[in-house]
């Protein structure tokens, strides 16, 4: 909105949210629980100085604004904004997650011509076992390879959490 308008609330407000993004790139790869104690002392005053900042100017501007809309709209989601700050496992946003979703969205008209309900779910199967493999480190097409291997080699059913992407380790074979 910035890059349209040059509107130095909208400037303002973008050097706020960049100041809790500074502090989330000191932070990254720490424990969860030294994460969360660091959101705790750093981000949570500046979340809190920012909502007061936001409710302010949307009650200074128009609510028929792009700008006022905008405001209204973040100030109507700020538990859901907030949230990260209570949890170190969870992001400052959402764009891991509209990243894994966006093959999805380019493959999915075709999926329309998987031939049958039961072709869709079992390809939704397939596409769920193969990105969480990616999740976990793991060639998506190797890891299936090896679990199907290991299945008809005669997996223990006991041991089939073992074949899960965040247990599995490949085994060595002697050449």
């Given at each position: 909105?910035?890059?349209?308008?040059?509107?130095?609330?909208?400037?303002?407000?973008?050097?706020?949210?960049?100041?809790?993004?500074?502090?989330?790139?000191?932070?990254?790869?720490?424990?969860?629980?030294?994460?969360?104690?660091?959101?705790?002392?750093?981000?949570?005053?500046?979340?809190?100085?920012?909502?007061?900042?936001?409710?302010?100017?949307?009650?200074?501007?128009?609510?028929?604004?792009?700008?006022?809309?905008?405001?209204?709209?973040?100030?109507?989601?700020?538990?859901?904004?907030?949230?990260?700050?209570?949890?170190?496992?969870?992001?400052?946003?959402?764009?891991?997650?509209?990243?894994?979703?966006r093959g999805i969205a380019v493959t999915r008209k075709n999926f329309l011509?998987?031939?049958?309900?039961?072709?869709?779910?079992?390809?939704?199967?397939?596409?769920?076992?193969?990105?969480?493999?990616?999740?976990?480190?793991?060639?998506?097409?190797?890891?299936?390879?090896?679990?199907?291997?290991?299945?008809?080699?005669?997996?223990?059913?006991?041991?089939?959490?073992?074949?899960?992407?965040?247990?599995?380790?490949?085994?060595?074979?002697?050449?």
């Amino acid at each position: 909105m910035f890059e349209a308008t040059k509107s130095p609330i909208a400037e303002e407000g973008l050097r706020q949210i960049g100041a809790l993004y500074a502090i989330e790139a000191e932070i990254n790869g720490l424990p969860l629980g030294r994460r969360r104690a660091e959101r705790q002392v750093r981000s949570r005053p500046l979340l809190a100085e920012l909502r007061g900042w936001m409710e302010t100017q949307w009650r200074r501007l128009s609510g028929k604004s792009a700008l006022g809309k905008a405001l209204q709209y973040a100030l109507g989601r700020w538990d859901a904004l907030a949230r990260y700050v209570e949890d170190g496992r969870l992001s400052i946003d959402n764009n891991l997650s509209e990243r894994l979703l966006r093959g999805i969205a380019v493959t999915r008209k075709n999926f329309l011509f998987l031939g049958s309900d039961a072709g869709g779910e079992r390809a939704a199967v397939i596409y769920t076992i193969a990105e969480t493999a990616k999740l976990n480190g793991l060639d998506p097409e190797a890891y299936i390879a090896a679990v199907l291997d290991r299945m008809a080699r005669g997996q223990p059913i006991s041991r089939l959490d073992d074949l899960l992407p965040w247990n599995f380790a490949p085994q060595r074979q002697a050449a």
